[in-house]
């Protein structure tokens, strides 16, 4: 059970639309449709819940967060950067047997 | 409003046993499609999960700890519990407890609601 793949750091200006990607493989984010994205400010506690099942958005969640997937990567779009969306990103899948995989992180840093 | 709360040593020796507790409030475990799930985070890394527990008592471990793991919940207190074996360095870091769902209502495999976190570490 591997770590789901994701790049270290995306920056993106103000206004800009960056994206994550999450590369997992054929046994979890290839075949399940249950991709989730958690957004965590270091050093502040938990994560929160942004995306589910791949491209739902929890109630209370900005409409600036999208999700997809396409094979064995999913994808986080983050429209309309701003100031508060610096923080860490993570995916995670379920990944079989009752088993779930978390992503390596990704900081998004606002230039 | 759910609330759940990390409770244990905040110190363990190497090869000892951690031992946390996870007590949740503002609804029954037992209510609605939900699993209940450890998850870790080293300072500076990234999230592990370590494994989760239905209220039944079924539970899934992550593979690389399961020979050190057990499980369990006690839903008459509404809390659940992990016990970690033979702990090193290695296991030092900020424990999670949070709540996942599956089926009609829940957001399936997700974790919504999660404890502010508790952190261990193995010293001697």
């Known amino acids: 059970q591997s770590a789901l793949t994701q790049p270290a750091s995306v920056s993106g200006s103000p206004g800009q639309s960056i994206t994550i990607s999450c590369t997992g493989t054929s046994s979890d984010v290839g075949t399940y449709n249950l991709v989730s994205w958690y957004q965590q400010y270091p050093g502040e506690g938990p994560p929160q819940l942004i995306i589910y099942e791949n491209s739902k958005r929890p109630s209370g969640v900005s409409h600036r967060f999208s999700g997809s997937k396409s094979g064995n990567t999913a994808s986080l779009t983050i429209s309309g950067l701003q100031a508060e969306d610096e923080a860490d990103y993570y995916c995670?899948?379920?990944?079989?047997?009752?088993?779930?995989?978390f992503g390596t992180g990704t900081k998004v840093n606002v230039l | 409003q759910v609330q759940l709360q990390e409770s244990g040593p905040g110190l363990v020796r190497p090869s000892q046993t951690l031992s946390l507790t996870c007590t949740v409030s503002?609804?029954?475990?037992?209510?609605?499609?939900?699993?209940w799930t450890w998850i870790r985070q080293p300072a500076g890394k990234g999230l592990q999960w370590i494994g989760r527990?239905?209220?039944?008592?079924?539970?899934s471990y992550n593979p690389s700890l399961k020979s050190r793991i057990t499980m369990s919940v006690d839903t008459s207190k509404n809390q659940f519990s992990l016990r970690l074996i033979s702990m090193t360095a290695a296991d030092t870091a900020v424990y999670y407890c949070?709540?996942?769902?599956?089926?009609?209502?829940?957001?399936?495999?997700?974790?919504?609601?999660w404890g502010q976190g508790t952190l261990v570490t193995v010293s001697s």
């Open positions: 995670s899948s379920y990944a079989g047997s009752n088993a779930e995989v």
């Open positions: 949070a709540r996942g769902g599956y089926g009609a209502g829940a957001y399936h495999a997700s974790h919504d609601y």
């Open positions: 527990i239905f209220t039944s008592g079924t539970t």
């Open positions: 503002g609804a029954s475990m037992s209510s609605g499609s939900y699993y």
